[in-house]
């Protein structure tokens, strides 16, 4: 085997790697050692600012398969046929931990994936929850700060998340799933991902439908009970990373099983609920899962940095015959997502290996940090131009649509939707079992115990509100474990 010279960053090669460059044995190192400057440089600028939100992940490649025919609602390329396959990339993580933390925390886990298709890349960037815990991105800064750190003491705060939870009733629905055992899954490969918004798809004849995308794992659903996943954490805070990489390394390749849920636009008129708020699921008896395709991971990135750490999600990538919805959580992050990725990879991101669309990209977008010019070398950079063979396809045209209302305002959003009760209250009775119910108590407990301060007993008690509104039974035990005398004013607001 030839042996590779050692070079620098421009490709010379150099011999001095270890030793700088001194004036003697034992003198002052000399500011001419580039080799020096190079590698120190570069050394101290190896990490680009980690993500506000899902920083602890992982990720692997892998293949998905069409299994069935949807062509009746969409006219994407990637479903045309049964049997259409594309390459395609999926991370894993956590939400509020930073890059260090234990993937075994309590916490939603992001469920992020990236389809490389003819027609373009499609990211499908959801959570292993069908729904959130706010309906509008305006609350989203304020959620998130309440998840990570309080600025005094830069520690979690018990006390600021319960405050917020229980001053936002339209978060009670994700906070049962978050404090049942779905929310310390064992590890990445024994839990569901959904799309979570409402996306829509349209068909060949311009005809549109609203669907949810659900990824069901064919490995079962495996859950750590809470003591379990606080050991865990501390013996292999990488717990779920390790499950993951070691299961594709062995050949035991994780597989999800692809199903969407469509309802009518005239369904939708109908519906009890809004249909576009993420707060609310479609029940399965009334909007069935249609099942679609196969997604199976079988590849570890060979370097985590520049695949994992560098992937880069947006629902905006969306492909012909796959569309967004009025859902105002996915609306705000339409932006947020892609404004994320220019400020903490960079506004050319998605030349990277991760998120480069393998087939062609012609655009007259140029220039800005670490651009490549390969794709374009010394083409046009405006348009409409004589010289290059770059049309607009008419085929490819939005889906043109009209809308309810003209009057412009910030409407409430709970105005004609404040049900925040009727579907945790199903939750707990109807989803869970005996087993379920006793361990969701014992983690609210556990988790509100830590509220402390001079409103610790006005957030308790707004909280508890809550849970006597979803269900009778679970607002008793969870007053009852935390010592709580309930009053007539409480069972009054439960009413």
Known sequence: MDSKKLTLSSGAPYFEHQDSQTVGPRGPVLLQDFILQENLAHFVRERIPERIVHAKGTGAYGT????????????????????????????????????????????????????????????????????????????????????????KTNLKSATMMWDFWSLNPESLHQVLILMSDRGTPHGYRHMHGFGSHTFSMINENNERVWVKFHFKTKQGIKNFLNDDAVKMAGENPDFAQEDLCNAIENGDFPKWTLYIQVMTEEQAKDFRWNPFDITKVWFQGDFPLIEVGEMELNEVPVNYFAHVEQSTFSPSNLINGISFSPDKMLQGRLFSYPDAHRYRVGVNSHQLEVNRCPFATNNYQRDGFMADSSEYQDKPNYHPNSFDDITPDPAYKSHEYELDSAHVASYNRNDNDDDHYTQPGLLYTKAMNAEDRENLVKNIVGSMSGIDGPKRDEIINRQLCHFFRANIELGMKVASQLNVNIDANMMNHSK
């Open 64 to 151: 998905f398969t069409v299994t069935h025919d949807i062509t009746k609602y969409t006219k994407a390329k990637i479903f045309s046929k049964i049997g259409n396959s594309c390459r395609m990339f999926a991370r894993f993580s956590t939400v509020g931990g930073e890059k260090g933390s234990a993937d075994t925390a309590r916490d939603p886990r992001g469920f992020a994936l990236k389809f490389y298709t003819e027609d373009g890349n499609w990211d499908l960037v959801g959570n292993n929850t069908p729904v959130f815990f706010i309906k509008d991105a305006k609350k989203f800064p304020d959620f998130i700060h309440t998840q990570k750190r309080v600025p």
